[in-house]
């Protein structure tokens, strides 16, 4: 399923083929989406003036409000009796945003997350533990066809359960697992309250996503469990999954399948384009997509581009790790900071472990950040079960000194005993807001 002709492509002949795939999107939308005609009108843009892909930077942007005021089915392209599938984005509150796919949409997304799969050293005969949720989220069924269409078996377990999640991989032994990096630490910890030695399983490689992790993360996953672990990218509304994939061989960026999506950075505050290397905001334009085609899709993610090609040989446009969404970005007098930066802090310190959560706490206009760390099972033992011991206090202030050093930021820190931070089975909250002052954390 590696797929050279698309992925090692010479620049200029990527660039014909998107110019061409772009064209067609843009018919595509002006033709059968009331908003995107509207919206091409208003700017005097024709598709026929697309004749370079330069010109892309003119169109206007799609934003999650424009698919919120359309729900549920407003933004499709094709007929509803075309769509096969909709799937729904995790929203906080209110309604959901949607997205629909036809038949040649799903083949497409599951040609994509095989190449995925193959990217991160799958291969068909491996067996796949696929841990992402089943749903209307895009994880879960978007792992399980291009694990499928890769032909490996592929072992449907959903999120949840994770007791049985360690029976599966002990008695099926699946190469290949993926899940959020959250949820598959949560598996490993278990393994090992359970007595078990999480490096002894069959595994070899992990496909982790959907949240920002941190390479300290990475470090702690591939020690933890004996595997190597690769970074999957992509939401809903681009289609899900497999947007981009990083490989197995370098480990350093992820290639985006520009064969069928077009990458941005934007700086958000102006929305002009930044140059390569440069963190800001990530935008998609999808060149293949028909029943939720996408023209500049402002995705909130925080992440830079790069072009030179990789070690593994593959030319396509890599993106770094996503830092974090823009708005889980702490401003702490008026320094920024993801909470992806302060994972990558307390996984360096010892005698913690790596669940955490910043309290955002709104105390009239100013916000407060207050940051909840658990202390690991052996230093808790070791300090008597006493949160109050002067091991824990020592190690309180030097987090919150790391803290300061490395995210310039201060932050008051509390600690907690171990399991007490709530595990999620899928995607962590590693931000929680409050109303009032008062409120503990
Ligand atoms: O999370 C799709 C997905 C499923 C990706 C499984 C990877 C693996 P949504 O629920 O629509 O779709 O959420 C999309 O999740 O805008 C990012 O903020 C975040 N996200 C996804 N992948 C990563 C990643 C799926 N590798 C939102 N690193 C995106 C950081 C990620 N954040």
Request: charged share 25%; with cysteine.
């Amino acid at each position: 399923m590696f797929s050279p002709e698309m992925e090692c492509m010479e620049a200029e002949e990527k660039d014909r083929l998107q110019l061409i795939r772009l064209q067609q999107t843009a018919w595509r939308v002006y033709e059968n989406v009331p908003f995107y005609k509207e919206k091409f009108n208003q700017a005097s843009i024709s598709p026929n003036s697309i004749t370079s892909l330069e010109y892309l930077k003119k169109l206007p942007f799609t934003t999650k409000q424009d698919l919120r005021n359309h729900y549920p089915f407003g933004l499709f392209a094709s007929k509803k009796e075309e769509i096969v599938r909709v799937h729904a984005s995790s929203g906080t509150s209110g309604k959901p945003t949607v997205v629909g796919y036809t038949s040649s949409d799903i083949k497409n997304w599951s040609e994509m997350v095989a190449r995925s799969i193959a990217i991160a050293g799958g291969e068909p005969g491996h067996i796949l533990h696929n841990a992402y949720g089943y749903g209307l989220f895009t994880g879960g069924l978007g792992l399980h066809y291009g694990s499928e269409k890769l032909g490996m078996m592929t072992v449907p377990v959903s999120g949840g359960n994770t007791e049985r999640q360690i029976l599966l991989i002990e008695d099926f032994e699946p190469q290949v697992i993926c899940g959020t990096p959250s949820y598959v630490l949560t598996i490993a910890e278990k393994m090992e309250q359970m007595g078990k030695n999480p490096r002894a399983t069959s595994l070899k490689y992990g496909i982790f996503g959907a949240e920002p992790w941190s390479e300290e993360m990475r470090a702690t996953l591939e020690e933890k469990l004996n595997i190597k672990a690769m970074d999957i990218y992509g939401l809903s509304e681009v289609m899900g999954p497999g947007v981009a994939m990083e490989c197995h061989e370098a480990q350093d960026g992820l290639h985006i399948m520009d064969d069928h999506f077009i990458a941005e950075i934007i700086n958000p505050d102006t929305l002009q384009p930044v140059p390569d290397g440069e963190y800001g905001e990530l935008v998609f334009t999808s060149l293949t997509k028909e029943a939720f085609p996408i023209i500049r899709y402002r995705t909130g993610d925080i992440a830079s581009l790069r072009r030179e090609p990789c070690r593994c040989g593959r030319t396509s446009i890599r993106m770094s790790r996503v830092k974090g969404r823009i708005d889980d970005m702490l401003i702490i007098r008026g320094v920024n900071v993801f909470p992806s930066e302060i994972e990558n802090v307390l996984l360096q310190t010892e005698g913690i472990v790596p669940h955490y959560q910043v309290h955002l706490i709104t105390d009239g206009l100013r916000e407060k950040a207050e940051l909840s760390v658990e202390v690991s099972e052996p230093l808790f033992l070791q300090c008597g079960q006493d949160m109050s011991h002067p091991d824990i206090s020592f190690l309180k202030e030097k987090i919150g000194r790391t803290i300061k050093d490395s995210c310039l930021i201060s932050m008051p820190v509390h600690m907690h005993p171990p399991l007490s931070i709530p595990r999620s089975e899928g995607k962590a909250i590693r931000v929680v807001r409050h109303k009032r002052a008062e409120m503990g954390v």
